[in-house]
C-alpha cells in the first residue's frame, strides 16, 4: 500500500516535496493535484515507470497520448517544435491554467514517443505539481484517474483516491479536495486552435 503526503499550495514543505522527487528519480508512480483533476504521473525519462502507468491504464505504451506537465513555458522548446507568435502569445494569455494544448514534437521527445507528431502540454496553475517538477528537473506524465461511478467520472477525495489506487502507485499527494472538471484539450496544430475536448478551460479566449 502506498504512502499519503500531505502538500499545501500555499507553500509546499520542501522536504515532502524532496520525498515525491526521490520516489519519481527511483521509477515510482505517484498521483497528485492539478488545477484539474488528479492525475496519474511518473518522470518521463523513466521507460519502466512509464510501462508501469500505460499497463494499469490498459494501453499499449506506444499509443498512450499521455501530456507533459511542466513548469513553464520554457520548457517548450525542450520538446515541441518552434511555433509562430501568435500560438506563443495564445499560450502565455492561458498558461498556467486548466488546458491541454497539443503542439508539434520535436526529437527531443523521450525514445518511446519518437514516433508520436504531437505531445500534449499542461503548465497547471497549481503550485504543488510545478514545484515537483521544478525540484525534479524535467516533466511528468499527466493522465486523468477515472472513477467507476456512472455519475462523478473522477475522484475528488485524496483518502478515496488512496484507497483505490494505492496499491498501483508508490505515492499519493494529499492537496486537498480535487475538482472533477478535466482540462480543456485544445489542437495548435492546424491552422487554427481546434477543442477537441471542453473542460474546466473557457474557449472564449482562444
Same mark, same amino acid.
Given at each position: 500500500m502506498s504512502k499519503l503526503i500531505k502538500l499545501y499550495e500555499e507553500n509546499p514543505n520542501p522536504r515532502d516535496v524532496q520525498r515525491v522527487?526521490? =520516489?519519481l528519480q527511483k521509477g515510482g508512480l505517484i498521483?497528485?493535484?492539478t488545477d484539474t483533476v488528479y492525475g496519474l504521473g511518473c518522470d518521463i525519462t523513466n521507460n519502466r515507470a512509464l510501462e508501469r502507468i500505460a499497463k494499469i491504464k490498459g494501453i499499449k505504451l506506444a499509443k498512450a497520448n499521455f501530456s507533459f506537465i511542466c513548469e513553464d513555458l520554457s520548457a517548450l522548446s525542450d520538446y515541441v517544435k518552434q511555433i509562430d507568435n501568435s500560438t506563443f502569445k495564445l499560450l502565455k494569455r492561458n498558461l498556467p491554467g486548466p488546458y491541454t494544448f497539443i503542439l508539434p514534437g520535436n526529437n527531443n521527445l523521450p525514445t518511446v514517443f519518437k514516433?508520436?507528431?504531437t505531445?500534449?502540454?499542461r =503548465?497547471?496553475?497549481n503550485t504543488i505539481c510545478k514545484t515537483i517538477v521544478s525540484k525534479l528537473g524535467n516533466p511528468i506524465i499527466s493522465t486523468s484517474i477515472h472513477d467507476d461511478d456512472e455519475?462523478?467520472?473522477y475522484t475528488t477525495d485524496p483518502e478515496l483516491i488512496l484507497e483505490k489506487w494505492g496499491r498501483l502507485v508508490?505515492?499519493?499527494i494529499d492537496g486537498g479536495y480535487g475538482d472533477n472538471i478535466p482540462s480543456t484539450v485544445v489542437d495548435l496544430t492546424g491552422h487554427e486552435p481546434e477543442v477537441l475536448r471542453l473542460g474546466k478551460g473557457e474557449?472564449?479566449?482562444l
Open positions: 522527487v526521490d =520516489v498521483i497528485y493535484p514516433k508520436k507528431k505531445v500534449g502540454i =503548465v497547471p496553475d455519475i462523478i467520472e508508490d505515492l499519493v474557449v472564449d479566449n
